[in-house]
């Protein structure tokens, strides 16, 4: 019938329970990441005015942010290692394919992540490599296009999500943009 609605009920107990059994269903940190934060709009938008000031409320949502913190530190850790990877294999399509997967500032989370603590020769060897890359990307985007102030990175053969992944990166290794 149109208009009808239902109400549901849960105690902190089986909400944690819930929560539990959605992150350990899901296939991945980010697929279980996605999930709690959909129990959480869910939780936040469909509860009552009247049950909000309810300590199970509280502790429902401490629970959930738990959860929610928990999983995006796992996502981060498994990025971390994938970036790590692809950085050690000189594979750019693989830094890139970590940077689609995060927000830019978790990417840069992830990469200071990953290159803390790397042996100062090490970490000059990737800064000359995503330098030349970016510079020769860049080269390539200019010259492919045929207005002077403008790149055409398709013409060039250059993913432009490789250009900004390598671009992120090397402002985690620097500080500051070389592309």
Do not use: N
């Amino acid at each position: 019938m149109y208009g009808s609605r239902i109400r549901l009920s849960i105690s902190a107990a089986e909400a944690a329970a819930l929560f539990r059994r959605v992150a350990a269903g899901a296939h991945s940190p980010a697929q279980a990441l996605a999930a709690l934060t959909a129990l959480e709009t869910l939780v936040g938008s469909f509860t009552e005015t009247a049950d909000q000031p309810l300590d199970a409320y509280a502790e429902i949502r401490r629970a959930l942010h738990a959860d929610i913190d928990e999983q995006r530190q796992r996502l981060l850790r498994q990025q971390a290692e994938a970036l790590g990877g692809a950085l050690g294999a000189g594979d750019v399509t693989g830094v890139a394919r970590v940077h689609a997967a995060l927000s830019r500032e978790a990417f840069l989370q992830v990469a200071e992540r990953c290159l803390t603590g790397l042996a100062g020769e090490v970490r000059a060897g990737y800064e000359v490599w995503i330098a030349r890359w970016c510079a020769e990307a860049e080269k390539r985007a200019r010259g492919a296009s045929p207005y002077p102030d403008a790149m055409d990175w398709d013409a060039a053969g250059v993913s432009l999500g490789e250009f900004m992944a390598m671009r992120d990166l090397s402002i985690a290794l620097k500080g500051h943009a070389d592309c």
